[in-house]
């Protein structure tokens, strides 16, 4: 460009000739061509179209240093040579925009089936599924959980129950002692004191449901196991009667197992409850059939048409005694089962080690709830 004052002779400016503006324009649609990628082609456009050093940049700053009358026509040549460079930009602008999401789409695909290497949740137990849908079937009915200590002493868990130090039922228990033998402590053979627990620490009446962990010394076998999970409930008011515990327990049956299913009490002996009984359920499996109709064995009831699920009683006037409930205005109702044996029957499983082997292949199928 022509210093101010300095006299322009137009043959100077070549950059407006047609000759030099169509050699920028083909040496851009050149370089624009050439451009194989969206980084090259920004390249070729400062160099050739935009850019400050770019010829068709340059030619046009020399509009000015034309005599007036051919300015028109030089300017009008100089916007056509532009628009072309930009029309061959824009056109591989476009190509290579193409290209480049073609390729992203390939690139960067997620194969949605691919197996996800994310980590397994835990999930619940289903012993600890079960108690909890247990238990919730007694706080419906307006139950309080009640829970006690796992290493237990002696009183509460026999004493206090009506089972003095030399009472015969004892020995039924094997019982495990806590070191030294003289400690009076025990690991809790039941769930029933919690009985005792909820009677002296809370105001009348009383409605707990205590799910709970317990020990006795016993061998392990397919259905045995020295730990296991029990259910206890109490219920201790004005006026409790035996078809209170009756109606309760068919309401507990029938969630368990099944609606429509009936209950029976089988008279039985437990210390602390006074008269005593097994609860036994209607066989969900057969309905009863199979101890009606022997051609059709069932394996869940053995043909009996009956499941026992568990011991229950009127509380012993003793045992109200000894947590300071007077038995001549308050009666009650107690009921204890097991939980492995209760989830054995439901679910057909026919080893109790599976429950504590901790294969989580075992509690698969009892569904994932966490
Ligand atoms: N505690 C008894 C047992 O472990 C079960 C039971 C509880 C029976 C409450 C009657 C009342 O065998």
Redesign the pocket.
């Known amino acids: 460009m022509p210093a101010p004052g300095e006299t322009v002779d137009p043959s100077r400016v070549h950059a407006l000739d047609p000759d030099q503006l169509a050699a920028a324009v083909a040496a851009a649609r050149e370089s624009i061509r050439a451009a194989a990628d969206l980084d090259a082609l920004a390249a070729a456009r400062t160099a050739h179209v935009q850019g400050a050093a770019a010829p068709l940049v340059l030619a046009r700053r020399e509009l000015g240093a034309l005599p007036r009358e051919e300015r028109a026509d030089a300017g009008r040549r100089h916007n056509a040579a532009r628009a072309e460079a930009q029309a061959a930009y824009d056109t591989r602008l476009a190509e290579l925009t193409a290209e480049r999401d073609a390729c992203v789409l390939v690139e960067e695909r997620v194969d949605v089936t691919l197996p996800a290497a994310r980590r397994r949740r835990g999930a619940r137990h289903p012993l600890s599924s079960l108690s909890d849908r247990l238990v919730d079937v007694f706080v419906a009915m307006g139950y309080e959980v009640a829970e006690g200590p796992e290493v237990e002493h002696d009183w509460f868990n026999f004493e206090a129950l009506n089972m003095a130090p030399d009472h015969p039922a004892r020995s039924e228990h094997d019982t495990l002692y806590v070191e030294p033998t003289d400690s009076g402590r025990v690991l809790r053979?039941?769930?029933?004191p919690v009985q005792i627990r909820a009677l002296l620490d809370r105001p009348l009446p009383v409605y707990v449901v205590c799910p709970g962990r317990t020990y006795r010394n016993d061998t392990i076998d397919a259905t045995h196991s020295p730990v296991f999970g029990?259910l206890?409930g109490l219920a201790v008011d004005e006026g409790i009667t035996m078809a209170d515990l009756r109606g309760t327990l068919e309401v507990f049956a029938q969630e368990l197992f099944g609606s429509g299913l009936s209950t029976r009490l089988r008279p039985s002996f437990?210390p602390?409850?006074e008269p005593?009984a097994e609860l036994d359920v209607q066989c969900f499996a057969c309905r009863g059939e199979a101890a009606r109709q022997p051609r059709q064995p069932c394996r869940v009831c053995s043909d009996e048409g009956w499941i026992e699920i568990?011991?229950?009683?009127m509380v012993d006037p003793n045992v109200l005694r000894a947590t300071g409930v007077d038995p001549a205005r308050y009666s009650g109702f107690?009921?204890?089962m097991g939980l492995e044996r209760a989830a054995m029957i439901r679910h057909d499983v026919r080893e109790i080690r599976d429950f504590v082997d901790g294969d989580v292949r075992f509690g698969l199928p009892f569904g994932i709830e966490v």
């Open positions: 053979t039941h769930t029933s029990q206890e437990f602390f409850t005593s568990g011991g229950c009683g107690a009921f204890g």
